[in-house]
């Protein structure tokens, strides 16, 4: 299975910009990198997915290092609803691709008034 | 455009019992997928149905199964419950793409307790 690390928690101030770091070391060249969140008391929601060039929604950004062994997933502007859990997600074709999404425990992100 | 809907919202049950979930996906998704997420814990997939067929399998035991439905609708069926499968049930849908850029969107999630 991919194998990914992304620090436990982070904080962040309200209006701040917030950069989510992910390391995926194990994954394939055609495994796209997805993130979700999940905010308190609901299930998870899409955020953002890319391949190899860096990704842009209303969300966020998402920018994948050149050898894709990480991403970060940029928050330009954190508000207090953008609390919540952040899951990155390398599917692995080995693991029957992105149905056996595997979400590990994620960043909890604390956003600060 | 109505999301993924879950049912039932709470279920409470005794060791031993039988507990039925249900989900309804996207309209126009054919895949839908279950999670299983214990109390401060990660997601831990389940199973995986698309076109009526089960396609993938997390490793949970047998007593674990499931269905989708013609309508695309899926069941999720627990066996012989015991204490530690107490946790929230979250169904998700897509489209699949079949390139491993499917986007999942997911329900609230059913809370099962067992007692």
């Known amino acids: 299975d991919a194998k990914t690390t992304q620090p436990n928690s982070m904080e962040s101030n309200e209006e701040e910009p917030v950069h989510l770091p992910c390391n995926h070391s194990t994954i394939s060249g055609t495994d796209y990198i997805h993130w979700y969140r999940q905010l308190p008391s609901q299930g998870p929601e899409y955020v953002i997915h890319?391949?190899?060039s860096n990704v842009n929604n209303r969300m966020a950004s998402l920018a994948i290092a050149e050898d894709r062994k990480s991403s970060t997933l940029i928050l330009h502007r954190a508000t207090l609803r953008d609390a919540a859990v952040y899951y990155c997600?390398?599917?692995?074709?080995?693991?029957?691709?992105?149905?056996?999404?595997?979400f590990g425990k994620g960043t909890k992100l604390t956003v600060n008034p | 455009e109505a999301g993924v809907t879950q049912s039932p919202t709470h279920l409470i049950k005794t060791r031993g019992q039988q507990a039925t979930l249900r989900c309804s996906p996207i309209?126009?998704?054919?895949?839908v997928y279950w999670y299983q997420q214990a109390l401060g814990l990660g997601l831990q997939f389940l199973l995986w149905?698309?076109?009526?067929?089960?396609?993938n399998r997390g490793n949970f035991p047998p007593r674990f199964s499931g269905r989708q439905f013609p309508n695309y609708s899926s069941e999720l069926n627990v066996n012989a419950l015991e204490l530690e499968d107490s946790a929230l049930y979250l169904c998700?849908?897509?489209?699949?793409?079949?390139?491993?850029?499917?986007?999942?969107?997911f329900g609230a999630g059913s809370r099962l307790t067992v007692l």
């Open positions: 149905y698309d076109e009526g067929e089960e396609r």
């Open positions: 997600i390398p599917p692995s074709s080995s693991q029957g691709g992105s149905e056996k999404l595997v």
């Open positions: 998700a849908s897509s489209l699949d793409t079949g390139n491993g850029a499917n986007v999942l969107t």
């Open positions: 890319g391949l190899t």
């Open positions: 309209s126009g998704h054919t895949s």
